[in-house]
C-alpha cells in the first residue's frame, strides 16, 4: 500500500466526473485542491460529510479551494447523489481502485471485529501538484473546518 506524506508529489490520475467529463489532475495544477476519498454515494457517513462540504462551499471557494469528491461508485451514481442533495462540486469516478490504490487509501478495515477492505475515509490538500496536508481523521459533521485548517 501507497502511503503518502506532506510534500510527496500528488499522484496523478485520469478519471471521469458525474457529467462523463475527463478530470486529470495535471490540469489542476494551478489550483488549490480538496480531493477527498469516501466509500459510497448516498450512505449516512458520506451524504452527512458531502452535505457538511456542500453547506460551506462558498467559504471553502473564497479561500481558494477546489472541490473533488472520489469513491468507487460510477458516474449514474454520482449523479443521483448531486442531485439529490444539490451538491455543487464534482464527484468522480474510480471503480477500478486505480486512483484509490494509488492513494493508499485502499485498505483493510475493521468494523465491529470483521475485516474487509474498503475505502478510508482521507482528504488530501494538494497546491502546485503538492500534498500539502493529509486529513486522515475525517469528521463528516465538520470536514469543511478540517480543511480550512
Known amino acids: 500500500m501507497t ?3 506532506i510534500g510527496d508529489k500528488a499522484p ?3 478519471t471521469m466526473n458525474q457529467n462523463g467529463e475527463t478530470v486529470k489532475l495535471k490540469d489542476l495544477k494551478g489550483k488549490k485542491i480538496a480531493l477527498y476519498f469516501y466509500p459510497q454515494d448516498d450512505t449516512p457517513t458520506c451524504t452527512n460529510q458531502a452535505c457538511n462540504l456542500r453547506d460551506n ?3 471553502l471557494l473564497s479561500k481558494g479551494f477546489s472541490v473533488y469528491g472520489i469513491s468507487p461508485d460510477g458516474v449514474k451514481d454520482h449523479v443521483k447523489f448531486i442531485k439529490k442533495f444539490d451538491l455543487p ?3 468522480l469516478t474510480d471503480e477500478n481502485l486505480e486512483i484509490a490504490n494509488k492513494y493508499g487509501v485502499w485498505a483493510e478495515k475493521v468494523n465491529f471485529g470483521r475485516r474487509y477492505m474498503g475505502i478510508v475515509r482521507t482528504t ?15 469528521f463528516s459533521q465538520k470536514h469543511a473546518g478540517q480543511i480550512m485548517k
Open 3 to 5: 502511503k503518502l506524506k
Open 12 to 14: 496523478d490520475f485520469t
Open 57 to 59: 462551499y462558498e467559504m
Open 89 to 91: 462540486f464534482d464527484l
Open 124 to 138: 488530501f490538500i494538494i497546491e502546485k501538484g503538492i500534498i500539502t496536508n493529509i486529513i486522515g481523521k475525517v
